[in-house]
């Protein structure tokens, strides 16, 4: 009872000392809605003749774009088959040797077996050259747009090739 009354009791004080909050008849008009103020945007951008979404024509995919994408989802990729390896390795009830040589019974083909280790080496190479490459530029090296461009051909090539020489192991 007595936290009530002085509730109330500071509540009235409060109110006293801070006097009456604004009114709508205090406030003071906008000049535009945000009604009219996007019609008036939209019908300038249609006079400029410039595009509703700059993803249609601004931004056209190029070798930089299409690279950062990559190694984003190479490094994601990477991460859940090391993640899911390790947690293999420790569920499952027999070790590594036991599995590889099942694998082995299946008598895969040559090309079907370097053509899998190719694509298991090919995010691990790619995700390593890029990221040296990343490392280049926070030193300020090669950040001029021809540089990044032939950088990316750069890291490729050498994808592609180590990629192939490890899945030649």
């Not at 190479?74 to 390896?85: K, Y």
């Not at 040797?97 to 080496?121: D, E, I, N, T, W």
């Amino acid at each position: 009872m007595a936290a009530l009354a002085l509730r109330g009791l500071g509540r009235r004080c409060l109110l006293a000392r801070l006097g009456p909050g604004p009114t709508l008849h205090q406030s003071i008009p906008m000049a535009t809605t945000a009604r009219e103020e996007m019609r008036r945007f939209w019908e300038r951008n249609e006079r400029a003749g410039r595009p509703l979404s700059p993803h249609v024509s601004i931004y056209k995919w190029s070798l930089p774009m299409a690279m950062s994408i990559s190694h984003r989802g190479t490094g994601v990729a990477l991460s859940l088959g090391v993640s899911l390896f390790s947690v293999a390795a420790l569920l499952l009830p027999e070790h590594f040797p036991h599995y590889l040589a099942q694998v082995r019974a299946l008598s895969l083909g040559p090309a079907l077996v370097c053509s899998a280790k190719f694509l298991l080496a090919l995010p691990f190479c790619y995700h390593t050259w890029n990221g040296i490459r990343h490392l280049a530029w926070d030193l300020g090296k090669g950040l001029k747009l021809p540089q990044v461009t032939q950088s990316g051909v750069l890291v490729l090539a050498l994808t592609l090739l180590s990629s192939a020489a490890l899945a030649a192991l």
